[in-house]
């Protein structure tokens, strides 16, 4: 069954906006990981941000979490078309069952030149 | 290092054939997993191993065999292949598990 669920299902944006990713999911988490998905590639991973964490940055990349929503957003700043991809968002569930990962079904994000 | 390795890339098979699919990591992670991606469906996980010799199921293990002899590998046998099982196939390790994973490059199959 699915964990987390990304919003929306697709954006597409211009060069140099920002795009912004959102995650819910349902059960206590120990943490929250963001992936990265080039067509036809395997996932990259791009952030982890832990249950007793708010906020994280990497480079362009901002990652909050409201445990007391059970949500996440990702944003991207200053996008670029190589961030043209598929997001994805995993939950570490903080249960007996937390060395495993469920992950969404993705956030499809095209940024034109 | 090469991280985590898949052969094959790509495999057509016949319904009721048997294969394995190969994972080989050289992290030395304690944790692997496999999981398929089919389209609007995200990644679901099939098998999990902890460590050598300790594997258990994921959310969709039917069809699917696993061993995990050594640290490095982990094989996904498909017992008798069913077009159902026509996917992309990522096999991944970590540290250990609910860590960071670190993803292959996929081997995409075809099941006639």
């Known amino acids: 069954s699915q964990q987390g669920e990304e919003d929306p299902q697709a954006l597409s944006i211009q060069e140099g906006e920002n795009a912004t990713m959102n995650c819910s999911y349902k059960t206590s988490i120990n943490n929250l990981q963001w992936y990265r998905q080039n067509s036809g590639r395997g996932l990259v991973h791009l952030i982890l941000i832990r249950s007793n964490e708010r906020e994280k940055h990497s480079g362009r990349l901002r990652v909050t979490l409201d445990t007391s929503k059970k949500s996440s957003s990702l944003l991207i700043t200053a996008s670029r078309a190589a961030d043209t991809a598929s997001y994805f968002c995993a939950t570490a569930d903080s249960g007996g069952s937390n060395y495993k990962l469920t992950f969404g079904k993705g956030t499809l994000l095209t940024v034109n030149p | 290092n090469a991280g985590v390795t898949q052969t094959p890339k790509f495999q057509v098979l016949k319904t009721g054939q048997s294969m394995t699919l190969q994972c080989a990591q050289d992290m030395n992670h304690e944790y692997m997993s496999w999981y398929r991606q089919d389209p609007g469906m995200g990644l679901r996980l099939i098998h999990y191993?902890?460590?050598?010799?300790?594997?258990d199921q994921g959310e969709v293990p039917n069809g699917y065999n696993v061993s995990r002899s050594t640290t490095e590998d982990f094989p996904l046998r498909l017992l008798s292949a069913a077009p159902s099982q026509t996917s992309v196939y990522f096999c991944?390790?970590?540290?250990?598990?609910?860590?960071?994973?670190?993803f292959g490059p996929g081997t995409r199959l075809t099941v006639l």
């Open positions: 991944a390790s970590s540290p250990h598990g609910g860590d960071t994973q670190y």
């Open positions: 191993s902890v460590g050598a010799g300790i594997t």
